[in-house]
């Protein structure tokens, strides 16, 4: 069943064009479990094969990603944190999680959304307790589009090499996200990484001003 959707969608992205790349990508950064491994890649591969242009194809992602980001950000805004918290439960995301997401949003906004957008699934979520926290729309807007430029452009480059070494994997959607991710594991560990040291120099930080402004 998920096979025929993958196939489904990729016919629709090389159907529609940039077009396609735009409204999947923007369907991705919902909540709804959208594979970004099954849009961007296959489009740039097309692109290296004259059919599309590859920044064509990483503008178009990075624009629909933040469209859809930007959809839920609004959405969990105007609902309002009381519902949110109520009914977060149903997408997987308790109330004590709601509550350490908006207070990562507080902490660390910009940075925070930016690194998210590169981990999986917290990528497709992290902009509804960034809506329900009421970050400003302009940090958020910002860290959304680099998190989201990085992330398409990424893709692209791994979509030409991978597919243009076995084109064949255009009819198997199944085994181009299993070899996408395990090649993307390294972004992710990167990713991971620089959070953590982030995190850990701002703790620091914390502490020794805290420290120091009571000496």
């Known amino acids: 069943m998920l096979h025929h959707w993958f196939a489904a969608w990729m016919q629709f992205v090389h159907d529609q064009g940039y077009l396609g790349v735009f409204l999947m990508m923007a369907v991705e950064s919902t909540v709804f479990p959208l594979p970004s491994e099954i849009v961007v890649p296959p489009a740039a591969y097309w692109a290296a094969q004259g059919t599309f242009s590859f920044w064509g194809v990483v503008f178009a992602a990075t624009l629909g990603s933040w469209s859809g980001s930007a959809i839920s950000y609004l959405v969990a805004r105007r609902l309002g944190r009381p519902l949110i918290l109520r009914y977060g439960r149903y997408l997987l995301v308790p109330e004590h999680k709601w509550h350490l997401a908006e207070s990562w949003i507080n902490r660390y906004s910009v940075v925070g959304i930016?690194?998210?957008?590169?981990?999986?699934?917290?990528?497709?979520?992290?902009?509804?307790?960034?809506?329900?926290?009421?970050?400003?729309?302009?940090?958020?807007?910002?860290?959304?589009?680099?998190?989201?430029?990085?992330?398409?452009?990424?893709?692209?480059?791994?979509?030409q090499e991978v597919l243009g070494g076995d084109p064949r994997l255009l009819t198997d959607p199944d085994g181009l996200i299993h070899l996408l991710k395990s090649k993307l594991a390294w972004l992710v560990i990167a990713a991971v990484v620089l959070l953590v040291a982030y995190v850990g120099?701002?703790?620091?930080?914390?502490?020794?001003?805290?420290t120091h402004g009571r000496s």
């Open 114 to 159: 930016f690194f998210a957008r590169l981990l999986p699934v917290v990528r497709h979520l992290v902009s509804l307790p960034a809506g329900a926290a009421r970050m400003r729309f302009g940090p958020f807007t910002l860290s959304t589009l680099l998190g989201s430029f990085t992330w398409s452009w990424v893709l692209a480059r791994f979509g």
């Open 201 to 210: 120099v701002d703790l620091a930080g914390r502490r020794w001003r805290t």
